[in-house]
């Protein structure tokens, strides 16, 4: 493995993005994008087992080693706009696996723009977040959310790992090297996502777990309608199929990005 960063600017604000890479120099380059409150570490397992290809995974800003961003920068847009500068500097074709908020920000970023031959959304809730909509209008409940995940190891794995994921360490979620201020800024923006999808003009899947609780499986048909494309359910799956179950979802990939 080999760890880099790459550069972004925002607002004259420079942004130095980890990066870790599996097999430099090899094609194609597939590209794994984290969720809220989480990092790079969580696509561990799937970028250990797949194959021919180079697996480039990468911290978004106050995630994992990227330094956060100022508050008034800490907006999916802003993360979209460095997310396109990043892309910019891997090598072609480029394969994209986003993960729940990565989704988001990768959307945003694909939008009217080529960046890449195929993609992949894993859990991304197109639609907002109904309850953590409500939640993040609580005066007091988004500052203390970072709190009950970071300290409160016991309860986070009740509320947020599910039950199949007991044996895996928390740190293989990169929760404990989230940056609290960055988890709370953009807490509401994802809850309360709903643009209007359009398709991408390229190859598209988007994936869920069974018991995903992110976007329901009518929520996931409505987006492969309005994206025109297909989609794939991970039996057995919660909202984290690349850790409970990485060897379908490295499979699901391979056969997709025709890596095999």
Known sequence: MNDFNLEAVVNDVRVSISCRES????????????GWFDSQKTWDLVVSKINNCNAVTIDFPGFGKSEPLPTVLTTLSVYSDILVQVLEQLPRPRYIVAHSMGG???????????LAEKVVFVGTPFYGVSWLARASRLPKLPKILPWLFKKCVRLTRWIY?????AGIPLRAYG??????????????QVANYDKPLAPLGISTLIARGEHEWLLSQQDMSRAARELDTKTFVFTGADHNPQLEHSEMLTLMLENFFELC
């Open 23 to 34: 097999s430099p120099g090899f094609s194609p380059t597939v590209i794994f994008l984290h």
């Open 104 to 114: 988001l920000i990768l959307y945003e970023a694909l939008k009217d723009r080529f």
């Open 161 to 165: 790992l599910p039950h199949n994921l």
């Open 175 to 188: 929760i404990q090297s989230a940056n609290s201020r960055t988890v709370v800024d953009l807490c509401s």
